[in-house]
Structures are given as C-alpha cells and as structure tokens.
C-alpha cells in the first residue's frame, strides 16, 4: 500500500477540505494562491460562473521570491479595483499563512483589497 506522506499529497488533501468549506461568488470572488519553489501565482475565481476574472504572477519578474510576492499581491488587488471588485474569499490552496503567502495577502490588504 503506498503511503500518503508525501508533502504535495498532504498539501491536495489540505486543499481539498479547504476548497469545501469555501467558494467564490460574482459579490466575493475567490482569490487562489499556488506557491512553486520558483515562483508565487494567483488568479481570482467566480466559481458560480466557473471563470477566472483576473490572474497575476511573478514570472516576469526578477529580484527575491519576497519581492515577487509582494509584487503580485499588489498588481492583483490594482487588477481587481480596475474590474470593480474590493472584496474576495482568500484560497491559500494548502499552503501555511505564512512566508510569502502572508506577504502576498498583506501587499493585496495595503492596496485595498478586503477578505
């Protein structure tokens, strides 16, 4: 029997119950975190539509993954101001609230962004 220790399989079992507990509407999008070793990206979902209402990441950027966190949460919260949204669910997609998680979601609250 193969065992279910792997980080990334505790992680899509941390999502799984959070993705039940929590959903995006056209009032409260979800704002979705994905966090990889090199990069840090976000997208802001209407799951009753089941569409993506805008997306951001740091790929195109250079300096320190803090900065690039910080970055996205910045362009994605000017993002959704432009679209007339202030408010979203925050989806941090398994990963812990903290590092470059907390960093993106503080930058995203000091743009005006509120969840």
Known sequence: ???KNTK???RMRLKKKIRMRISGSAARPRLSVFRSNRYIYVQVVDDAKQMTIAAA???TQSGTKVAGAEFVGK???KLLKEKGVSEVVFDRGGFKYAGRVKILADAARAEGLKF
């Open 1 to 3: 029997m193969k065992s």
């Open 8 to 10: 990334t399989e505790k």
């Open 57 to 59: 990441s740091d790929a």
């Open 75 to 77: 362009t994605i919260a």
